[in-house]
C-alpha cells in the first residue's frame, strides 16, 4: 500500500493526525493534574469542616475523613494562623512542594511530565487557595503514585481516541483522495497507455474532462503532445510512402536517360557549330539527371553516400548554374551576377555543390518571377583562415513568416503555392555532409541572402541521413 499514491496519503494522515493529537495531550494531561489536586484541596477543605461542627472527634472518624479525601494531612490558614487540621502518619518523606495558587502553563506542563515519568512511591505537599472564603492558604499532603495512575489511564483514554479519530479521518481522506486525484490520475494513465497502443489513431487521442484545474491543464498538454505526435507519424507515414513511389519513379526515369545518354553520345560527333557548343552542357545535364536518379535510388535505400572531396574550381560551377538559370528565367527582367574571385577553389563534392547551388537560385528565380518587377540575383565567394563562405543573394520580396519558421523542415517550409519545401531541407543535408552549415543569412522586403559555410579544417564528415 505504501507504494500507492492513496495509501502513502492513508499513512501520512494517520501520522499527523497523531503528531497533532500529541501537541494536545500534553497541555490537556497537564490541565488533567491541575483539576486532580484541586480536587483534592477541596476535599481536605471538607473533610477539615468536621472540625467546626465538633472539636473533638474520635480518632477513628478523622481517619476515615483523610482516607476519602485521599491526603495525609491537612493545614489551613486563617487569619494568619496556621492550624493543622487532621493528621496521620506520613508513610514517606515529602519529595516536592506544588503551589497551586496561581500556576504558569509551563510550570503545569513541566510537573505534568515529571509525575508521569516518576515511578517510586512519593509523598507530595499541595498548597492552594481555600474555595468559599475558607482561609487564606490550604495545604495538604498526599500521595503521588494514585496521581500517576489516573494520569496514565486519562492518557491511555487520549491515545484510544487519538487512535479512533485518526483512522476514521485518514478513512475519509482516503476515500475523498482516491475518488476526487487518484482515479482522475488513473485514467489519464489508462489513456496514455491506450494512445501508446496505436499513436497512428487519431480516435485514441484524449478529449479533455477534468473539473479540476491542474489535471485539466495537464490534459490538455497531453492532448497538444499526442495531436503533434499523430501528426508526425502521419507525415513519415506519407514521406516513407513518397520515398517508395519516387523510388520506381527514379528507377525507371533513370534507364529513360541513360538511352538519352547514349544519343547525346552520338550528338557530340556532330559537325555543327553550335551543336558542338551545346551539346557538352547537354551531356553534363543529363549525366547530372543520371547521378541524382542514382542518388535518390541510394537515399531510399538509407545508403547516401559521403561526400567526394576534390578541388573545385568555384568560379566555373557558378558560371555553369548561372547560364542555366539564365535559360530557365527566359524572358523575365531578371538579371544574374557572379563575384567569385578567379582563382577560389573550394574542397567539395562537385556535384553536391551544383545541387545546393542550383536549389538557391531556382529559390530566388522562382520568387522574384512572382513578383513580376526586375530583380538582380548575386553569388558571392570570398574565404578566411577558417573556411570558405559562399553567398546567394536576390533582390526578391524575402520570404513570408511561415516560411521563416520551418525553413528547413520537409513539406513546411516552402515560400511558393506548390512547392513541398524540400528544397532547402535537401541543401542543408549536403552541406551539413561536408562539415559546414547552411544558414539564412537575412530576409526582408529588399531581398534574402542565405550563406554556405565550408570548413577548411580535416573536421570529421557528419553521415547523411
Known sequence: MFNTLSGRFLVLTIIFVMLAEVFIFVPSIARFREDYLLERLERAQIASLALEADPFI??????????????????????????????????????????????????????????????????????????????????????????????????????ILSLVISVITAAMLFVAVRYLLVRPIKGLVDQMERYAAAPEDARKIIEPTATVRELHAAELALQSMENQLTGALRQKDRLAQLGGAVAKVSHDLRNILTSAQLFTDRIESSEDPLVKRMAPKLVGSITRAVNLCETTLAFGRVEEPQPTLTRIVLVGLVDELLEGERLAAGDAPITFEADVPAAMTVRADGEQIFRVLSNLLRNARQAIEATRAPGTITIRGFEDDAAWWIEVCDTGPGLPKRARDNLFKPFEGGARKGGTGLGLVIAGDLIKGHGGRLELGKTDENGTVFVIQLPKADLALEPLA
Open 58 to 159: 474520635s480518632p477513628e472518624l478523622q481517619s476515615e475523613l483523610l482516607k476519602n479525601a485521599d491526603v495525609y494531612n491537612v493545614v489551613l490558614r486563617r487569619n494568619e494562623v496556621r492550624q493543622l487540621a487532621l493528621s496521620s502518619p506520613i508513610p514517606f518523606p515529602v519529595m516536592a512542594t506544588y503551589d497551586m495558587r496561581d500556576p504558569s502553563s509551563w510550570e503545569l506542563i513541566r510537573d505534568a511530565m515529571s509525575t508521569l515519568v516518576t515511578k517510586d512511591e512519593q509523598v507530595i505537599r499541595v498548597m492552594g487557595t481555600p474555595v468559599q472564603g475558607g482561609g487564606s492558604l490550604i495545604e495538604i499532603t498526599t500521595p503521588q503514585m494514585p496521581l500517576r495512575d489516573a494520569m496514565m489511564a486519562y492518557g491511555r483514554n487520549v491515545l
